[in-house]
């Protein structure tokens, strides 16, 4: 299965940006549809954003429609999230795996999980 690192989280204010980054380490990365998860305290992990093996078709959590963009470099085995106008409840821990069936919406559809990476957005 697909291993991935999450990086690039961090303290931001309301409104503001972040891009996080998912380093891949799988031979079949480039073949694998990928996607971010997000888990705050006391809640489940909830679905975010996928995209397919070549970047072209992409899915996004109403919540985060038109402010998240999922993005990846097969060349560089990397999954990026840029995310914009930031609220307060986009404060989570973000996760990326490997689609390995079933429904993209789904967290058991994925496997390969980082050890997440903590985003946090002030009010």
């Known amino acids: 299965q697909v291993q991935v690192a999450e990086s690039g989280g961090g303290l931001v204010q309301a409104g503001g940006s972040l891009r996080i980054s998912c380093a891949a380490f799988a031979r079949t990365f480039s073949g694998t549809a990928m996607g971010w998860f997000r888990q705050a305290p006391g809640k489940g992990r909830e679905f975010v954003a996928a995209?397919?093996?070549?970047?072209?078709?992409?899915h996004y959590a109403e919540s985060v429609e038109g402010r998240f963009t999922i993005s990846r470099d097969n060349d560089k085995k990397t999954v990026y999230l840029e995310m914009n106008s930031l609220k307060p409840e986009d404060t989570a821990v973000y996760y990326c795996?490997?689609?390995?069936?079933?429904?993209?919406?789904?967290?058991?559809?994925?496997?390969?999980w980082g050890q997440g990476t903590q985003v946090t957005v002030s009010s």
């Open positions: 795996a490997a689609h390995v069936g079933g429904s993209y919406l789904r967290t058991d559809s994925y496997a390969g």
């Open positions: 995209i397919n093996w070549n970047g072209e078709s992409r």
